[in-house]
């Protein structure tokens, strides 16, 4: 049994791109993933359950979705947002439950949170919170836009407040040219001394996921 939570600096960051690339180069050894909770859902092709459904070599059906994505809402809006707009609200101790029972499969089960670090989920609880109670090594996903050195160590800052350490950083290409990936991940070392980093470039191939699943893997071990 091993699972991770993966988190980023914010929305649209690469958490199910990574997530997805991750899953594509563990699935000959057994890795699943869940998106327990979102927003902004369409059942259309490209939502982040069809995606990561397909990475795991499943057919995506409203059923399979609502398998790995029981908490969805369609506003585009935060989680507590999106659910009250459908007369709604998440309860967090089910969506924990749901995470503890995923994350008790024998396979590597990644889970995939919301948004940020700190998302609200309902009128008490945000992100931080889900990560704190499950205790499982935890990704960051991080950009290397201008702007996210700040983002990404004010998130870290919110992680340590709260205990948590992650098992690993990704520094995901974002693509905006402004400032080089390398530099965006040896100055983030700098100022986190100790933790592992990673980069994944932009567009990132299957074989770029090898090394962050392999040392994914060995923390793993580390936090067997
Ligand atoms: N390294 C990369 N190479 C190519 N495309 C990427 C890369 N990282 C992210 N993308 C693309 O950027 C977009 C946003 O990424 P993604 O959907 O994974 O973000 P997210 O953090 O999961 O967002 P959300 O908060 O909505 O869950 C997607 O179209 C994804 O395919
Ligand atoms: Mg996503």
Redesign the pocket.
């Known amino acids: 049994m091993s699972a991770f939570f993966i988190t980023?600096t914010g929305?649209?960051?690469?958490?199910?791109?990574?997530t997805a690339g991750l899953l594509r180069v563990l699935r000959p050894q057994g890795a699943s993933a869940i998106k327990p909770v979102?927003s902004?859902y369409d059942s259309a092709p490209g939502s982040?359950p069809a995606l990561l459904l397909e990475a795991m070599g499943h057919a995506v059906s409203e059923k399979a979705v609502a398998a790995i994505a029981p908490f969805r809402f369609a506003a585009p809006l935060s989680p507590d947002m999106a659910a009250s707009r459908e007369g709604r609200a998440i309860d967090f101790a089910a969506a924990l439950s749901f995470c503890r029972q995923a994350a008790a499969r024998p396979e590597t089960v990644l889970i995939?949170g919301?948004?940020g670090v700190m998302v609200p989920l309902d009128d008490r609880h945000t992100t931080l919170d889900l990560m704190a109670a499950l205790n499982l090594p935890v990704l960051l996903?991080a950009g290397s836009y201008l702007g996210s050195i700040s983002h990404s160590l004010t998130a870290m800052a919110a992680l340590a407040q709260a205990g948590i350490t992650p098992a690993l950083v990704i520094v995901?290409?974002s693509?905006t040219g402004e400032v080089p990936l390398a530099e965006t991940a040896e100055t983030l070392g700098r100022f986190l001394p100790g933790q592992a980093i990673a980069t994944?470039?932009?567009?990132?191939q299957e074989t770029d996921f090898v090394p962050v699943a392999g040392l994914l893997l060995g923390k793993r071990e580390t936090a067997a």
């Open positions: 980023g929305t649209g960051i690469g958490k199910t791109f990574v979102l902004g982040d995939e919301v948004g996903v995901n290409d693509g994944l470039p932009r567009p990132a």
